[in-house]
């Protein structure tokens, strides 16, 4: 599947496990692509510029597990603590939104291992 175009993407993993929960919102600037990357608590431990190599690959990640598909999913178990929120908006000011709590789209699984590989550098 084609790369899919975007100017913003905020995505937040919730997890049972505090060192999985994390959230990330990169965006199209105007100085090129950025990336603030936030832990548990919301707070900001990462701010900065991405190459255009790392944000083509998010774009084609998204592409490959078909986030557009996930527009108006919502999928709510109260009593589960794993959950994600997922925000894209285009150029048009189009907004895909998704949320769920203990139930995941299609290409969830790999999409958040994806963002965590594309990134993990910055962790190191």
Known sequence: MASFDFLSLRFENISENEND???VFLNEGEDGPEMVWYDSMGDPIIEVGI???EWD???KL??????ASWDGYSEMNV???AGFTLELEDGEGN???A?????????FEAFEKGIRSIFAGYFE
Not at 62 to 67: I, L, N, P
Not at 99 to 107: D, H, I, N, T, Y
């Open 21 to 23: 929960t994390y959230s």
């Open 51 to 53: 190459s255009k190599g």
């Open 57 to 59: 690959e998010v774009k």
């Open 62 to 67: 998204a592409g490959e597990c078909d986030v």
């Open 79 to 81: 009593s589960e603590v």
């Open 95 to 97: 907004i895909i939104w």
């Open 99 to 107: 949320e769920g709590a203990g139930s995941f789209p299609e290409g």
